[in-house]
């Protein structure tokens, strides 16, 4: 492994930055262990930092980052078995193509799949579902290196803790070298996407949540728009969208034509509602059968900051009213949609829908505007209703809010106390979320 000094990394969304002492890029777990023996020896803590997709400091390492670009190996896939296992730096995308090709898939997953395998879960990604759970719900087992430099194995049969704390970890308890993924035979989904008004949509929430399998929403500040989308597993044949529609809908209006609304919201911001109501207005219905990864994700160009709280599912109607009656009291010009998603209870100690239906509520600002104002002012409506951070979207919260809101916290630092005594994968991030 060759260091590469003076080298300023910054995430996807460019709200974050640092410059580490060294750079290296590990080609095995064994030089991830040897990586690790050394940053103990300076002195230095070590961090694996992926695709930077997260928006929080969650991949900020200030002494020896480890780039996962080397481990991309896939180790084995068990087509009886479903059960399939990559190294810790194979893109999302790469994996989706990967299972699709054996006949796999994952049951459930979020809407970008640029993320590393690693990155992915480590901060709990999820998605939406009625039954399917998120990522680290479709893990069977984890290879991790620890602080004192051993390569170790983990699942609900060996070390369950450690299984339990480590699928949503924050990369404070190890470093991530591989994935086993507990995948299904592959399937294809119809999506239903329909525009629909405000109203309706919060009188049918438990109806559209019960009727599928995947269902959310989001809504255009300043408007009565919505756009619901409601995607099921059906036997085919695929249907997918033309390769125009495609480009015009998810390419040119999504990206493109996105992208320049929001360069002219950011300069004029009293534009904002009126430029809002021409998107909702311009939303059209659409429905189409394809591969079930493709259903799910999006390409996402224009760049954004984000903050996501998981609450009760039962509060869901209520915070998202006392949401928008905010925007009739405060001075806000949002130009990005609300996104509104759904999980059952997942048993990953950190993960933000742990022993509970959860509701996800996700706001966005073009990444050039000031976010603080507006996402603080939704952070107190959903605190106020015992709300979960998402670990890898910008949040104030620390320790002392989170240990009241997850059963297991306590837990996880012991488990942390015992792993890693000095340290060793601290970064500011972990020691604000998790305590010295």
């Not at 430029?275 to 207005?281: E, H, L, T, W, Y």
């Not at 015992?418 to 020691?431: I, K, Q, S």
């Amino acid at each position: 492994m060759s260091p590469v000094s003076n080298q300023t990394w910054r995430n996807w969304a460019g709200n974050q930055q640092v410059r580490p002492h060294r750079v290296a890029t590990p080609r095995s777990a064994g030089e991830v262990a040897a990586a690790v023996r050394a940053a103990a020896e300076e002195g230095r803590t070590v961090r694996m930092t992926g695709t930077g997709h997260s928006f929080t400091g969650a991949a900020v390492a200030e002494g020896v980052m480890l780039r996962p670009s080397a481990l991309t190996a896939v180790r084995s896939v068990d087509t009886a078995t479903g059960l399939v296992t990559v190294e810790a730096g194979l893109p999302m995308h790469r994996l989706n193509r990967l299972l699709d090709e054996h006949g796999l898939a994952l049951a459930n997953m979020g809407d970008i799949q640029e993320q590393t395998v690693a990155g992915a879960i480590q901060t709990a990604t999820h998605g939406t579902g009625r039954d399917a759970a998120g990522l680290v719900s479709q893990i069977a087992a984890l290879e991790l290196v620890l602080a004192d430099g051993t390569t170790v194995t983990c699942s609900r049969d060996e070390r369950p803790d450690l299984f339990d704390a480590a699928r949503a970890g924050l990369g404070a308890l190890g470093i991530v070298t591989a994935v086993t993924w507990r995948t299904v035979p592959a399937f294809r989904l119809r999506a239903r996407e329909e525009p629909m008004k405000w109203d309706e949509v919060l009188a049918r929430i438990d109806e559209f949540d019960e009727a599928n399998e995947h269902f959310e929403f989001y809504w255009f500040p300043h408007t009565e728009g919505c756009l619901t989308k409601r995607n099921n597993r059906v036997e085919g044949p695929a249907e997918p969208l033309s390769k125009f529609r495609y480009w015009l809908d998810d390419q040119f209006l999504s990206n493109t034509v996105f992208g320049a609304i929001n360069r002219l919201t950011h300069a004029v911001p009293a534009t904002t509602p009126f430029v809002n109501g021409i998107s909702a207005k311009a939303l059209g219905a659409r429905t189409y059968t394809d591969t079930s990864y493709k259903v799910f994700t999006s390409p996402r160009t224009v760049r954004f900051k984000e903050q996501e709280y998981a609450i009760p599912r039962e509060e869901l109607v209520p915070a998202l009213r006392e949401i928008r009656s905010l925007f009739a009291r405060r001075d806000w010009r949002v130009s990005f949609p609300i996104e509104v998603r759904l999980l059952p209870p997942e048993d990953a100690w950190l993960s933000m829908a742990y022993g509970r239906r959860t509701a996800f509520i996700a706001v966005h600002v073009y990444n050039r505007d000031a976010h603080e104002d507006y996402f603080g002012g939704v952070e107190d409506v959903l605190t106020a209703v015992g709300g979960r951070p998402h670990w890898g979207k910008l949040h104030t919260r620390d320790a002392g809010y989170l240990e009241k809101t997850y059963p297991r916290f306590a837990d996880f630092r012991a488990l942390r106390d015992e792993l890693d005594p000095d340290r060793r994968f601290a970064n500011p991030y972990t020691r604000r979320v998790l305590g010295d």
